[in-house]
């Protein structure tokens, strides 16, 4: 297989060395535009498999340059923001951000995220049993297993951990869920979201206090590992 | 106007020209409780009532002899001056006063810059050295040496990025931008993963929560609240001796969220307990690093959801911080079968 390209859009050119540096050692072959305009143009004459997008660019905010990219780019894009801006975050996710990291990050979660949103990318979501460490997920059967015993869970709790399961590593915000889940109108009913997943962490974590497979984004949603 | 009343029944035993001494007293009492233009207006109004009330011809304005008319005049001219230099004494007052705060925040100015340019500058100082240290003498240093110069550019840029982030959130309380966002919390989860967030910093503190499953859900704002927790523990990691044991307690009163975080250690000295929360406080002699910054934010983050906190010893030892938050409750999460 060839090596996967990444288009990185960021007008810092210390933050683009490094990742450069990082990505192109990790076997990724490495594009970079230091402006929404240049990042467009490129995106459009060569389409990457990801984009690394900086929310804070000189020329356009990259909230509009992640609306005009998604109007036609189906792959992933990935969100670079600073800290305390979750309202950011939230937006670029609604927005079709494929995930989020804030700056300053950790080379381990950025090649994590890029991993898993890679792999999204190029599975074409027909398997019909989902296995995500010590529990498997049975689409068909509408079924879940721990540890391979067979776990008995509500009609809510089944279509939450299931919906997890097929966006597995990849954050999901509140309204998403809300709206998946309980449909149009319960967007703001996150009362429902935290009971649920409180019931769901007790029957799939081995220690519900410290989730290992929905962990919490403070302010943005979970995520499924 | 009181005054004047007592007077005009009174005028009989002490003569009109006193009564005039009488109100001028009371005029100058005024200038010294009130400001220039109410002065100068019982001024103007006690000269008219004493002219009407009491020179005679009485109840008329008209002034009998050009000795009364004097006295009017003078009475005048007397009470302005004195409404006028009153007020000049406290121009100066407050002028002096004005200074004295500059002064003083001048010298809180310095305090921060001081204690924040150590903050920010021990770190950028071990970033700087270890990456020439890496850089010019490669070939003389060990493997281990290297890995522990990468370890230290590590923890300092770590330190550099907490300063940061509680300089950023200083000034957001400051300059009034913090906006909550308040949604549902599960105040038991919430805690629970600040634990899990500290968890790296803490190698021998013991910290102990147990989860109350009676509390409803809260509306806070998650990030905000999970803020102050987090900067409450970790200052008690930072400041109690290794091994001490830290116990946090998360109840429901009368539609209060209350939490209180207790450690063993030493506690406070009672009388630096009021100045804890202050902005770049820092118990005297305590040991270096920090910014004297994370309880001052955690208490600005309560105020933002108008509750408070509470610092006391416990009698047997160790600090204990009580934090009281009015919030919406729902008790959903009780119910079966939602």
Known sequence: ?225 | MLFAVLCFFSVDFIGYRAVALILLLVVSVNAILFDIFPVLLSAFLSAIIWNFFFIPPILTFHIGTPEDGLMFLMYFVIASINAVLTYKIREVERKERDEEEKLKTIKLYNTLLNSLSHELRTPVSTIIGAVDTLKESKDKLSPTNQTELLSQIDIASIRLNRQVENLLNMSRLESGMLKLNLDWCDLNELIFSVMQKLSPTNGKHKIVFNANENLPLFKLDRGVIEQVFHNIIYNAIQYTPDNSKIVICASHQSDNCVVSISDSGNGFPETEMQNVFDKFYRLPKSKTGGSGLGLSIARGFIEAHNGKIKLENNKEGGANFTITIPAETSFINNLKNV
């Open chain 1, 1 to 225: 297989m060839s090596k996967a390209e990444i288009l990185i859009i960021d007008d810092e050119p210390q933050i683009r060395k490094l990742l450069e540096i990082n990505l192109e050692s990790n076997g990724y072959k490495v594009l970079q535009a230091a402006t929404a305009k240049e990042g467009v143009i490129m995106a459009a004459n060569h389409p990457p498999e990801l984009i690394l997008l900086d929310i804070g660019l000189p020329d356009k905010s990259g909230h509009e340059v992640l609306k005009e990219l998604r109007t036609w780019f189906n792959k992933a894009i990935i969100i670079l923001s600073v800290q305390s801006s979750e309202t950011d975050i939230v937006i670029a996710l609604d927005n079709g951000a494929t995930d989020y990291l804030t700056k300053p990050f950790r080379t381990g979660e950025l090649l994590a995220r890029i991993r898993s949103c890679i792999r999204r990318n190029n599975t074409n979501e027909k398997n019909s049993l989902l296995t995500c460490g010590n529990l498997q997920i049975d689409l068909i059967a509408r079924t879940a297993k721990r540890n391979n015993e067979h776990l008995k869970l509500t009609a809510t709790e089944y279509n939450l951990l299931s919906l997890f399961a097929k966006n597995e590593g990849r954050v999901l915000t509140h309204q998403y869920l809300l709206r998946e889940i309980w449909g149009v109108g319960y967007q703001t009913e996150t009362q429902y979201l935290r009971v649920f997943i409180g019931t769901l962490r007790k029957k799939i974590e081995d220690n519900p206090n410290q989730p290992k497979h929905i962990v919490t984004e403070s302010g943005v949603g979970y995520r499924f590992n």
